[in-house]
């Protein structure tokens, strides 16, 4: 289900099906002369980057390998299951090498708990952009961060794969930069928020990577 989604999210980008195995699907996204290729693959496990790297040229279509755009203008989705969400903890160094290698493909480790997985039977990319634009589910999600629903899922999701345009709001709904800046707040990171704020030559990945980061630190088993 969750692989699912994140095809679905590809497709409502613009991005077209070249190839899909049962773990791993290959997209690509052209607009006039620019070219963007994306890459989803189920991981059983946290292998090192430079294997990993391996099994996708292995996997990709011909027509992928030739384009000497591929390897570095592909974002690459890595999807892996977590039995609970605290588990990040036991496993932080070895997504953080892997989104981290300079080698090849962007890659990004999206990972979830089986409970959030349960919570998003049946779902759909359509809801999920329903979920992240809901005031409620921002709001409950604020009291219990660590509560494995569809909108921690969603929140992740959105943070993680930067190229997912977040949706846009009318009417009296709070913005998501206003609610971000107003959880910031409650959270007595306003000094962080405001450094981050006026970095100007520093990547956006980074920054957010860090945030992440420190966010994860402040897990308790």
Known sequence: ????????????????????????????????????????HKLDDLSAPAELNNRINQLAPEEFLR??????????????????????KDHEEEIFAIEEDPHFYKKYVLYYSIAEESALTNFTYEKLVSVIADKKEFLDYKKNPLVATQYSFAAKTFIKLPFLELPSHQGNLVSLRLQAT?????????????????????NADDIIKEMIRNEMENIQD
Do not use: W
């Open 1 to 40: 289900m969750i692989k699912q989604i994140i095809d679905e999210a590809l497709v409502a980008h613009s991005f077209v099906s070249k190839r899909e195995l049962d773990t791993t699907s290959f997209y690509v996204r052209e607009s006039r002369s620019a070219i963007r290729f994306a890459v989803v």
């Open 182 to 202: 107003e959880a910031v707040a409650e959270a007595g990171l306003d000094d962080m928020y405001s450094t981050i704020q006026k970095v100007t030559n520093k």
């Open 67 to 88: 384009n000497p755009s591929f390897k570095k203008n592909c974002d690459l989705i890595f999807l892996y299951r977590l039995d609970v969400l605290t588990e990040f």
